[in-house]
């Protein structure tokens, strides 16, 4: 029997929280992150319609005049996604803590979102602890960037935030920019101590292939800068199959996983480590499993067979290996994309203690 061996690259965040109406949110709680004194702080909650006819949101209650709430004025059909955006003025120092009710076409009751930030004082905060990555005097909010479930067509918005702790004036420019993603700079020129950010926008229908797609972009600290792990910021993004004309076939897949979970352990001085998770199809017709992907290089994964029947199991081992741990700045994530309409993603988070 011939034996599949994937080793990719791979990461993304799946469904935490489905509620009973129609409306699942990928996360009903957000953590803005932290920010300064009188610098407004947005929190984006994507959701998805998960039954058959178009989800209208009527309302979003922030009972907050510190919060704006942005939300779709257009329904949302079957299977499709939207975003909720709410803004919080941060005119108040310290932790901020506020759940958001959001009214649908689905319920006369809403469904419950939070929203959480910390706002600093200026004077009093090292801007280190803001923006804890650094490539030389330049300060960064995160070296990671993730675009999450995008369909062809689709585009999606990404902010990086960068804080000039040089002594003269920077203007940012990013190396290496793939055809899919396109980048804005707000402002285009930073005075010393002053902070801004870089608007990254992907355009799918750009993207290379299905599944995972991933790639570095460097930040120039000067004209005439060079490329190097220094200077690197991980990118990656997700192109999700459009399966929905599959809803009316007679024999359908169904993607079942033991577990979203699986824990390694303990590595300690072990150079590998290694668990399984079972995949199964549950449905009458046959279940493809189109792409087993990776997100960091320290992960591999290997399975029998890419194809199950209906009734058919199969186990997928996952093993990390310790060599590979510091080559990529990505948690260790597992992600599965099927030709199942209703479960087009699925993602193991990977757990183990060094």
Known sequence: MK??????????????????????????????????????????FRFTNKEKTPLRVTDVDAGCGCLKPEWPQKAVQKGGWGEIRVTYDAM?????????????????KPVRIRMQAMVNSSETQDPRELFPYSIDNILLNTNN???????????????????????????????????????????EMLARGKRGKIELTLHSDKLPDLGLNQTSIYLARYIGDKVGTNNEIAISAVLLPDLQYAEGFSK??????????????????????????????????????????????????????????????????????ARFLNLSKAQPRVLIITNDPKKTKEVVNIKFEK
């Open 145 to 187: 960037v993730e675009f999450s479930d995008v369909h062809t067509g689709d585009s999606a918005t990404a902010e990086i935030e960068i804080f000039n702790n040089g002594t003269d004036v920077y203007t940012p420019a990013l190396m290496h920019l793939p055809p899919y993603i396109t980048a804005a700079y707000k402002p």
């Open 3 to 44: 034996k599949y061996v994937i080793t990719c690259v791979a990461c993304l965040t799946g469904m935490l929280n489905v509620q009973a109406q129609k409306i699942a949110f990928e996360k009903s709680t957000v953590d803005a992150g932290a920010t300064l004194w009188k610098r407004p702080v947005t929190a984006t």
């Open 252 to 321: 359908k897949p169904a993607f079942n996983i033991s577990s979203t979970e699986l824990n390694l352990g303990r590595l300690g001085t072990k150079k590998k480590l290694s668990g399984t998770v079972e995949l199964s199809n549950t449905g009458s017709g046959v279940l493809k499993l189109n792409k087993i992907q990776a997100f960091n290089q320290a992960i591999t994964v290997a399975l029998k067979k890419t194809e199950l029947q209906p009734g058919e199991k199969v186990k997928m081992k996952v093993s990390v290996d």
């Open 92 to 108: 108040l120092l310290g932790h901020f803590d506020r759940y958001i009710d959001v009214y649908t076409n689905a319920s006369s």
